[in-house]
C-alpha cells in the first residue's frame, strides 16, 4: 500500500516551534515533490507548503511564509516542515502529500496522502 507517514505533531505554546516529518511507506517519496497541508476543525484543509524533488524550489502560503521552513532529506527519504513562531491558529491536522511537481498547493494535483499528524497550539 503506497502512502505517507507524518509525525512530529503535539502540544506547544504560542510562540514555539516544532518539527513534522513526512516518510513513505510502499514507495520512494525522493521523486516526488512534497506538500503540507492542514486542517482546522469546522475548515476546508489548505495548503501550505510544497518542496520540490530536489529541494531546490519551495512554496509557502502566505499565512505561514517567514514561519514555516520546508527541507528534504532523500539520503534518509525524509521531508520536514521547521514550524516556529507557532500561532493558535495555526492549530490544525497536519498531512503530507506527494505530487509529480511543486507547482501549487492545489489540493487536486497530490496523489498519495498521509493519515496526518495533529498540531495544537495553546497556553
Known amino acids: 500500500q503506497l502512502q505517507l507517514v507524518e509525525s512530529g505533531g503535539g502540544l506547544v505554546q504560542p510562540g514555539g516551534s516544532l518539527r513534522l516529518s513526512c516518510a513513505a511507506s510502499?514507495?520512494?517519496?525522493?521523486?516526488?515533490?512534497i506538500g503540507w497541508f492542514r486542517q482546522a476543525p469546522g475548515k476546508e484543509r489548505e495548503g501550505v507548503s510544497c518542496?520540490?524533488?530536489?529541494?531546490?524550489?519551495?512554496v509557502y502560503a502566505v499565512s505561514v511564509k517567514g514561519r514555516f521552513t520546508s527541507s528534504r532529506d532523500n539520503a534518509n527519504h525524509t521531508v520536514y516542515l521547521r514550524m516556529n513562531s507557532l500561532k493558535p491558529e495555526d492549530t490544525a491536522i497536519y498531512y503530507c502529500?506527494?505530487?509529480?511537481?511543486?507547482?501549487?498547493?492545489?489540493?487536486?494535483?497530490?496523489?498519495?496522502w498521509g493519515q496526518g499528524t495533529q498540531v495544537t497550539v495553546s497556553s
Open positions: 518542496i520540490s524533488s530536489g529541494g531546490g524550489s519551495m
Open positions: 510502499g514507495f520512494t517519496l525522493d521523486t516526488y515533490a
Open positions: 502529500a506527494a505530487s509529480p511537481r511543486c507547482r501549487s498547493l492545489n489540493l487536486d494535483e497530490y496523489i498519495y
